[in-house]
C-alpha cells in the first residue's frame, strides 16, 4: 500500500508539475518553463518568447510534446498573436523537439547550418530554414540578434541577444546559479566552453537578464557562475 501512495503521490505531482509556465521577463519579452520527464524526475526546461506587432517569436520549442500546441493556444489568448517565427540554440531535443511541429503549422523555423547538420546526424527535427553565420533578426519594431560564441555544452550552441531590453538568452549554454552542476556533457568540451563562455562574457558584458536552459533565472549572473563551474571541472 506504502508503494502505490508513493507512486500515486509521484504521478500526481509530475501531472501538478507537468505544465506550461509563463513569465513576464520585461517589455514584450516572456519567460517559459515545461517539464519533461528525465530519468524518473519532472526537468524543467527553460524558453521564451517575444511578442511583436507581427507575431510572436520563439526562442526554442518545449521539450514535451503535450505542450507543443498549448503554448500557441496560451500566447493566442493572452496577447491575440500568432507565433510567426521559430529559432532553436543547439540540437539536443530539450530546444528542437516542436521544430517540425510548428513547421507543420505554417511557422518558419530556424537553426544555425551547423545546428540543422547536428539534427540530420542525430535524427532530431530540423528546421526549414538555416543561416551560416551570426545573424540580426527584426520582426516588427523589435531585433534580436544570434550569436555563435564557440564550442561548449553542445558543439553548436548559440545565444540570443535582444539590445534594447539587455536579455541574453542563453540556452543550454548558460548555467542557473541554482545548481552546481555542468549538466548533460554527453557533447560537451570543457576547455572549448572555457573559452566560449569568456568571449560570450566580453561580448555581452552588462546584460541585465541572464536566461539559462534550466532552473532559475532571476540572477543574472549565470555567466559568471557558468566560469566557475567550468573552471572547478576543470582541474
Sequence with gaps: MKTLYTLLFSMTCFSAQAQLEIKH???????YTTYHEYEGTPFPSNSMYL??????????????SGQFQPL???????????????????????????????????????TSKQTFELCKQHNEKTAEYHFLKDTTFSIGSNTFETYYP???HAPDNIVIWF???KILYGGCFVKSTDGQSLGNMSDAS??????????????FPS????????????????????????LKNKK
Design 25 to 31: 521577463l520585461t517589455g514584450n519579452v516572456y519567460v
Design 51 to 64: 511578442v511583436t506587432d507581427d507575431g510572436a517569436v520563439l526562442f526554442d520549442t518545449p521539450w514535451d
Design 72 to 110: 500557441l493556444d496560451s500566447i493566442k489568448t493572452k496577447h491575440g498573436k500568432d507565433v510567426k517565427l521559430c529559432i532553436a540554440t543547439h540540437f539536443h531535443a530539450d530546444r528542437t523537439a516542436g521544430l517540425e511541429y510548428y513547421k507543420s503549422k505554417g511557422i518558419k523555423t530556424y
Design 150 to 152: 564557440g564550442k561548449g
Design 163 to 165: 539590445p534594447k531590453e
Design 190 to 203: 570543457i576547455p572549448e566552453w572555457t573559452i566560449s563562455i569568456k568571449n560570450t562574457i566580453s561580448r
Design 207 to 230: 546584460p541585465i537578464y541572464v536566461i539559462p536552459g534550466h532552473f532559475g533565472w532571476e540572477n543574472n549572473k549565470s555567466l559568471q557562475h557558468t566560469l566557475k563551474l567550468l
